[in-house]
């Protein structure tokens, strides 16, 4: 990660953002110095609304990792969509927030071992965006990788009165407390080998700290937990199937929401289409038979109560 700046001198946070391009702000939240980045696309012009996407990096990672274009292509696709990104960087012992964790609820890191407020950190960061730029409140959405994923989960269970959907990436709901206000649409992406959120439960083998982990709730669980809560059909119907990939969909939910499952056959442990960080190599290469920004948006658009 760069030499990050000094609390609220790099970017003043009571001005607005009126030129696109790339933000890095800090500000002192629970006595502990907190970072995040803003993408502003080239298309932006403070004319009209847009949405917002707020992705979590994974794990041990950080907001320079998750908004690296080699790896996850966030920024190509706020080019392409003209959604405005932000990307959070979560709890470090570190000054540089290096290694940071999300407080997800029975996982993970640092940042459950401190209850760190990261729920109170996504609002603050929400109230200085809403104030800075146009977006659009139905479509304010979240997604992440791991860690990053099931730090969406805790926004769908604690921020519905904000968000309007999520999207999960090889991370499940492992949230303690889980009282959403109103339904709301759910997407999970997850390959069947994943070695370290195991697709049936459990945490893999490869973590070597296990104090630092849970014993991860299935995808399969995950997901009859979101379409009872959803009130939607519990048998779902199969809109895509290949030899590489199956995705389902669960429809009349209450309020129009949807609850999606795509599963890869391989993948393992990372975001399909993108390219693992060189923290996070070893194991199976990401799937190229699903690519996550891809079908994410398709199934943010093709929601009829974001329209």
């Known amino acids: 990660m760069k030499e990050l700046p000094a609390p609220n001198s790099s970017t003043d946070l009571m001005s607005p953002i009126t030129i696109p391009g790339d933000y890095v702000f800090s500000l002192n939240h629970k006595d502990q110095i907190r970072y995040y980045k803003i993408h502003v696309p080239k298309s932006y012009t403070g004319d009209k609304l847009v949405p917002l996407l707020f992705v979590f990096h994974g794990g041990g990672g950080d907001m ?93 269970c604690s921020m519905t009165d904000q968000f309007s959907a999520i999207t999960a990436v090889a991370g499940t709901d492992n949230t303690v407390a889980c009282r959403p206000t109103k339904p709301i649409s759910i997407f999970h992406i997850h390959a069947k080998n994943d070695d370290k959120v195991l697709f049936y439960g459990g945490a893999g083998s490869s973590f070597t700290d296990r104090t630092l982990i849970t014993d991860f709730v299935s995808v399969p669980k995950t997901i009859s937990k979101w379409v009872e809560f959803n009130g939607c059909n519990p048998k779902p119907n199969i809109v895509l199937q290949t030899d590489e990939v199956k995705c389902e969909e669960y429809s009349e939910c209450k309020d129009g929401v949807k609850v999606k499952l795509c599963i890869t056959e391989d993948g393992g442990h990372s975001w399909p289409g993108g ?33």
């Open 275 to 307: 390219k693992k960080p060189s923290l996070l190599l070893g194991g199976r290469p990401p799937t190229k038979a699903l690519i996550a920004n891809d079908v994410m948006w398709d199934f943010f658009n093709l929601n009829k109560q974001f329209r």
């Open 64 to 156: 320079d990792i998750q908004s690296n274009e080699e790896y996850y292509h966030q920024i190509s696709k706020s080019e392409e969509i003209g959604h405005v990104v932000v990307f959070p960087n979560g709890y470090s012992v570190y000054q540089s927030g290096k290694l940071a964790t999300w407080n997800a609820g029975n996982c993970c890191g640092e940042a459950k071992k401190n209850n760190s407020d990261d729920i109170g950190f996504v609002k603050a960061i929400l109230v200085h965006i809403k104030q800075s730029l146009k977006i659009d409140p139905k479509k304010i959405f979240s997604t992440g990788m791991s860690n990053g994923a099931m730090m969406s989960y805790q926004l769908a």
